[in-house]
C-alpha cells in the first residue's frame, strides 16, 4: 500500500535527513565484529562505536542546520537543553539486541518543543522500517510500503496484546503490579525494546508497560502513538516526557483500565 503522507511540522523532513545519516553511521557494524564496552560497574549496560558513531553523526547535522537547537542525548550528554526545539536521541535502542544480532533494535529521534514532546521517528535500518509522527498523525514507510498509522480499539484487557522488554528490569512491586497485568491479558511479548511502541501504533499490539526508560528511550515514540490515536503517560498519567515508569496504549479505554492498577504502585 502506497499514499501521500505529509506532515504539518516543519521538522518532519529533517528527520529523514537524520535518519540517513545515522543509518550511514551505524550499519557497518551491524552483524560485524565490533568491541563491546560496558557502562556499569556493576551489572550490564552495553554501548558500542555504533551507538557512539550514530549519535555523533545525528549531533553533526543538527548543528550545521539548526545551531540554535538543543540535543539531549544517550552516548554524549546535552547541549542547550533551554532551547525551545531540544533534539532528543538514541542512535540505538535495544544495543543487546544489536550487539547479539537480532533486528529489534531501532534509531530514535524525537523533537521536544517547549519540553512537550512534538515530533518523532524510529528508525530501523536492516529491515528498512521507519515509523514516525508528528501527535496529530503517524505514519510508515518500509518494504511494505508507504501508509498512516492507526492504533486498534481494544478496551478490555483480557483480549490485548501487552508488550514489555523484560519483567527483569521491574522492581519487585512493578513486576508484581505486571504480573498481574499479564494474567488477565490475552497475550504477552518481551524483547521488543522500541519495535513494541511502533507495533501499537500499527495496530498489531495494545499496551507497552516499561520502567526506568530515560527520556532518549521514549520522546521520540510519543508523537508516534498519539499521532496513532493512542496515549503515553507515566504509570501515574502525568507527563512521559522525561521518561521513568511509562504505559502506552492503543486505546485510550485500556489505559484507563491499566493506570487503575499501575498507579497504585
Known amino acids: 500500500m502506497n499514499e501521500t503522507v505529509t506532515s504539518s511540522n516543519r521538522f518532519a523532513p529533517f528527520l529523514e535527513d537524520l535518519a540517513e545519516a545515522s543509518t550511514a553511521a551505524i550499519m557497518p557494524y551491524f552483524r560485524q565484529g565490533f568491541d563491546v564496552d560496558n557502562k556499569l560497574d556493576t551489572g550490564f549496560d552495553p554501548v558500542t562505536i ?86 496529530r498523525q503517524a505514519w ?26 523484560t519483567p527483569v528490569l521491574f522492581t519487585e512491586t512493578e513486576r508484581a503490579a505486571f504480573d498481574r ?23 498489531h499490539g495494545d499496551a507497552v508497560i516499561e520502567s526506568g526508560l530515560q527520556a532518549y528511550d521514549i520522546v521520540a515514540l510519543v508523537p508516534i502513538i498519539e499521532g496513532a490515536g493512542g496515549v503515553v503517560t507515566t504509570w501515574t498519567g502525568g507527563s512521559p516526557s522525561e521518561g521513568g515508569r511509562i504505559l502506552a496504549s492503543g486505546d485510550p479505554r485500556l489505559h484507563d483500565r491499566l493506570l487503575k492498577e499501575l498507579s497504585q504502585v
Open 50 to 135: 555504533a551507538d557512539r558513531d550514530g549519535e555523533t553523526a545525528m549531533r553533526a547535522l543538527i548543528n550545521s542546520t539548526f545551531p540554535d537547537h538543543g540535543i539531549l542525548g544517550e552516548e554524549h550528554g546535552p547541549e542547550k537543553l533551554d532551547a525551545d526545539h531540544v533534539w532528543v536521541l538514541d542512535p540505538i535502542d535495544g544495543t543487546r539486541a544489536f550487539i547479539t544480532g537480532l533486528p529489534t533494535w531501532g534509531t530514535l529521534i524525537g523533537l521536544r518543543t517547549a519540553g512537550t514532546p512534538s515530533l518523532g521517528m524510529m528508525v530501523q535500518p536492516f529491515i528498512g522500517e521507519r515509523f514516525a509522527g508528528d501527535c
Open 181 to 203: 497485568i499479564e494474567a488477565s491479558a490475552r497475550l504477552s511479548r518481551y524483547g521488543t525494546d522500541c519495535y513494541a511502541y511502533c507495533m501499537v501504533a500499527a495496530g
Open 140 to 165: 510508515y514507510r518500509g518494504p511494505q510500503g508507504t501508509r498512516t498509522l492507526s492504533a486498534r480499539r481494544c478496551s478490555r484487557l483480557e483480549d490485548a496484546s501487552i508488550f514489555t522488554t
